[in-house]
T-cell receptor, first 111, second 115 residues
Framework: DAKTTQPPSMDCAEGRAANLPCNHS???????VYWYRQIHSQGPQYIIH???NNETNEMASLIITEDRKSSTLILPHATLRDTAVYYC????????????FGDGTTLTVKP | DADVTQTPRNRITKTGKRIMLECSQT?????MYWYRQDPGLGLRLIYY???????NKGEISDGYSVSRQAQAKFSLSLESAIPNQTALYFC??????????????FGEGSRLTVL
């Protein structure tokens, strides 16, 4: 099963872009990269996902390297409410149900 | 109302007691999951079910059992609770396992304390 590696913590100034990296060097060809965030101890919330191409939605952008071994989640204009733990996970039909949430990155947005 | 509802939200119990955590969903999803989260750590998969007749062990199934009573209901049981099972438990659903738009939808969590 593909595993991910994320830095344990990051800080970002309010209004600036937050760039959260994730390494997933063992990702297989049909596995997607998913990002979730967890605010305090609430249930994790889906942010975005991608397979090969870069993706953007109303919350964030996802940049996936050409070799797919790493990705970056971009919050373009971070606010204090974006302070949370961000999880990068990989998953696909070949390892259905076994995707692992690592310890994530705690992002602190500062005024 | 929440799409994925967990009950109870908080429970304090004693060592050796049997505990059941319940999860119900209104999303119509076939796939349901139970995760455990210890303080400061990520989520670990306990059990998952792809339909009513399907039950699969996850990463940390020892000491737990599950029941999929209906498409919408998935219960987690601790037959004899022990203190190191004190944790935050999450139920989740998905339409497809991480394929296409198969994102996970989480409940708000059940905090269990075993004394």
């Amino acid at each position: 099963d593909a595993k991910t590696t994320q830095p344990p913590s990051m800080d970002c100034a309010e209004g600036r872009a937050a760039n959260l990296p994730c390494n997933h060097s063992t990702i297989s060809g049909n596995e997607y990269v998913y990002w979730y965030r967890q605010i305090h101890s609430q249930g994790p919330q889906y942010i975005i996902h991608g397979l090969k191409n870069n993706e953007t939605n109303e919350m964030a952008s996802l940049i996936i390297t050409e070799d797919r071994k790493s990705s970056t989640l971009i919050l373009p204009h971070a606010t204090l409410r974006d302070t949370a733990v961000y999880y990068c996970i990989v998953g696909g039909d070949t390892n259905a149900g076994k995707s692992t949430f690592g310890d994530g990155t705690t992002l602190t947005v500062k005024p | 109302d929440a799409d994925v509802t967990q009950t109870p939200r908080n429970r304090i119990t004693k060592t050796g007691k049997r505990i059941m955590l319940e999860c119900s969903q209104t999303k119509g999803h076939d796939r349901m999951y139970w995760y455990r989260q210890d303080p400061g750590l990520g989520l670990r998969l306990i059990y998952y079910s792809f339909d009513v007749k399907d039950i699969n062990k996850g990463e940390i199934s020892d000491g737990y059992s599950v029941s999929r009573q209906a498409q919408a209901k998935f219960s987690l049981s601790l037959e004899s609770a022990i203190p190191n099972q004190t944790a935050l438990y999450f139920c989740a659903t998905s339409d497809l396992e991480f394929a296409g738009t198969g994102e996970l939808f989480f409940g708000e969590g059940s905090r269990l304390t075993v004394l």
